[in-house]
């Protein structure tokens, strides 16, 4: 069989990582303007007063608002960053932060038309049990024991929020920290991209259909562990599931994949890096991976 050279293999790498960062650029900058702009707007303030009034319930509207925005991780990071600069909870932000890499319209349309109506229905049911469940854990946590110590030195007085409507806007201002933004949401998203190329270039697909086989426990275990490593973009992923459930391979392994798979690519996960401490990232990917077993087993 043909094997590529060490500079072939180094070449396809980056290629695969720019085009991925060709694609992710206009979500990035997206966000990153959106995120700025909403300081100079009273829509974070409302959202400032809101959420302080009723966290609990700013978990629900998180986890709705994270399933219908358009936006992957790596918009809705600048815009979770504004908002926990404007002391808004933390739980909510991080709940709308995770559930925006776990399903999106796109995702949803794209689930319902390669694996059907209920898998796309269970997979959101799915992501939205967890996104409530996560909001509560995190509620419950000191913010201090959460937070990147990075991201909790930045964090502004709430009250400068609450007058921001106020300042009059300045271009030159504006720009300078949208620059700012994009440099430090920038460094953490190569790394991801770069690290997500390594894999879907030196991991042989072949290998993945090859474990997916069977039913049980020990079947779904295997496919929400390699969900961690090995998903493809969501869009990719869903014909090669389909193989899966044509030869064999359960629902309740195809959800745990699905699930498990966008939550903790390495890109998202270098996403959260900017806002959370890596123990946390750490737990939440075995909380994932827990959650992922349990739900594979109910609807398997």
């Known amino acids: 069989?043909?094997?590529?050279?060490i500079l072939e293999y180094i070449i396809l790498i980056f290629y695969t990582a720019g085009k991925s960062l060709l694609d992710l650029a206009p979500y990035i900058i997206i966000g990153v303007i959106v995120g700025e702009v909403l300081k100079l707007t009273s829509w974070t303030k409302l959202i400032y007063k809101g959420v302080n009034r009723s966290p609990i319930s700013a978990i629900l509207v998180a986890s709705i608002l994270g399933m219908v925005s358009p936006l992957c991780t790596y918009g809705t990071v600048p815009v979770v960053l504004q908002l926990f600069k404007a002391k808004v909870p933390v739980s909510?932000?991080?709940t709308f932060l995770s559930v925006s890499a776990m399903m999106n319209p796109q995702l949803?349309?794209?689930?319902?038309?390669?694996?059907?109506?209920?898998?796309?229905?269970?997979?959101?049911?799915?992501?939205?049990?967890?996104?409530?469940?996560?909001?509560?854990?995190?509620?419950?946590?000191?913010?201090?024991?959460i937070i990147n110590p990075s991201t909790l030195a930045?964090?502004?007085?709430?009250?400068?929020?609450?007058n921001r409507a106020k300042k009059q806007f300045a271009l030159k201002k504006f720009l300078k920290e949208v620059s700012n933004s994009l440099v430090f949401v920038g460094f953490y998203i190569v790394i991801?991209?770069?690290?997500?190329?390594?894999?879907?270039?030196?991991?042989?697909?072949?290998?993945?259909?090859?474990?997916?086989?069977?039913?049980g426990f020990t079947s779904l275990l295997i496919s929400a562990l390699l969900g961690v490593p090995l998903y493809a973009c969501g869009g990719g992923v869903i014909p090669i599931v389909s193989g899966f459930l044509a030869g064999g391979m359960g629902k309740g392994e195809a959800l745990a994949f699905l699930f498990v798979g966008p939550a903790t690519r390495i890109t998202p996960l270098m996403a959260l890096a900017v806002i959370l401490r890596p123990v946390v990232i750490v737990i939440y990917v075995l909380l994932v991976i827990t959650y992922s077993i349990l739900i594979g087993t109910v609807y398997h």
Not at 115 to 120: D, W
Not at 154 to 162: P, R
Not at 195 to 202: E, F, G
């Open 1 to 5: 069989m043909y094997r590529y050279s």
């Open 92 to 94: 909510p932000l991080i």
């Open 108 to 145: 949803f349309i794209y689930t319902w038309g390669g694996l059907g109506p209920e898998m796309a229905i269970a997979r959101a049911a799915a992501v939205l049990i967890f996104s409530l469940l996560l909001g509560l854990i995190l509620y419950r946590i000191p913010q201090s024991w």
């Open 154 to 162: 930045e964090n502004g007085s709430g009250q400068e929020i609450l």
């Open 192 to 215: 991801g991209v770069l690290a997500s190329s390594v894999i879907d270039v030196l991991v042989p697909k072949s290998w993945l259909k090859a474990v997916f086989q069977g039913n």
